[in-house]
T-cell receptor
Framework: ELKVEQNPLFLSMQEGKNYTIYCNYSTTSDRLYWYRQDPGKSLESLFVLLSNGAVKQEGRLMASLDTKARLSTLHITAAVHDLSATYFCAGGNTDKLIFGTGTRLQVFP | DAGITQSPRYKITETGRQVTLMCHQTWSHSYMFWYRQDLGHGLRLIYYSAAADITDKGEVPDGYVVSRSKTENFPLTLESATRSQTSVYFC???????????FGQGTRLTVV
C-alpha cells in the first residue's frame, strides 16, 4: 500500500530565504504531483512529475523527482508572502492518488 | 458551468441520518475521486472510480457508499452518519491515470 510522507509539517520562513519541502513515498509510484491549498479553498495543481529525474519550475517553485530514492522535493527560492499556503504532494499507484499530510508554509517579512 | 462542482457546499446533519454529497464534472474525465480532509491527516482517499460502473475502495471507505452510473456524476453517501465523519469532503476528477486531478470546491459536513 502506497504511503506518502511529507516533512516538515509546518514551515515558517522569512521572505527572501530558500527552503525545501520533502516528500517520501513507500512503494513504487509512477507519478508524483504537487498541489497548493490556500486556507478555506480547494486544491490547485502545481506540478506533475512522471519520470525519474524530472524537474519542473514555475516562478519561485521548483519540483524534482528521484524514483530510485522514492523522493520528491519542492524547492522554494527567495520566498515571498504570496507563497504562504499548504503544499501537498501526492503519489500515484495503479488508479489511486494518495496524498501526504501537507506542509503548511508561512512566509513572514 | 464547466468544471467540477460539489453540492451542497455546507451541510449539517444528525447522527444516524443518511446524507448524500453530490459531485458533477463536465469534462467527461474517466477518473473520479472522493477525499476527506481532516486536520493532521491531510487528504485521505475514500473511494475512487476509473470509469462508469467501476468503483473501488480507497484508504478509509468504511461507512461510505459510492455509485457511478454516469461518467459525469459520482455521489458519495454516508449511510448512517457519525460524528467522526465530520470533515471537509473533496471530489476530484482526472482525464487519465497519469494526469493531474482537478478538485471541486469541497463540502463542509458537520454531524451533530
Amino acid at each position: 500500500e502506497l504511503k506518502v510522507e511529507q516533512n516538515p509539517l509546518f514551515l515558517s520562513m522569512q521572505e527572501g530565504k530558500n527552503y525545501t519541502i520533502y516528500c517520501n513515498y513507500s512503494t513504487t509510484s509512477d507519478r508524483l504531483y504537487w498541489y497548493r491549498q490556500d486556507p478555506g479553498k480547494s486544491l490547485e495543481s502545481l506540478f506533475v512529475l512522471l519520470s525519474n529525474g524530472a524537474v519542473k519550475q514555475e516562478g519561485r517553485l521548483m519540483a524534482s523527482l528521484d524514483t530510485k530514492a522514492r523522493l520528491s522535493t519542492l524547492h522554494i527560492t527567495a520566498a515571498v508572502h504570496d507563497l504562504s499556503a499548504t503544499y501537498f504532494c501526492a503519489g500515484g499507484n495503479t488508479d489511486k492518488l494518495i496524498f501526504g499530510t501537507g506542509t503548511r508554509l508561512q512566509v513572514f517579512p | 458551468d464547466a468544471g467540477i462542482t460539489q453540492s451542497p457546499r455546507y451541510k449539517i446533519t444528525e447522527t444516524g441520518r443518511q446524507v448524500t454529497l453530490m459531485c458533477h464534472q463536465t469534462w467527461s474525465h474517466s477518473y473520479m475521486f472522493w477525499y476527506r480532509q481532516d486536520l493532521g491527516h491531510g487528504l485521505r482517499l475514500i473511494y475512487y472510480s476509473a470509469a462508469a460502473d467501476i468503483t473501488d475502495k480507497g484508504e478509509v471507505p468504511d461507512g461510505y457508499v459510492v455509485s457511478r452510473s454516469k461518467t459525469e456524476n459520482f455521489p458519495l453517501t454516508l449511510e448512517s452518519a457519525t460524528r467522526s465523519q465530520t470533515s471537509v469532503y473533496f471530489c476530484a476528477s482526472s482525464e487519465s491515470g497519469r494526469r493531474e486531478a482537478f478538485f471541486g470546491q469541497g463540502t463542509r459536513l458537520t454531524v451533530v
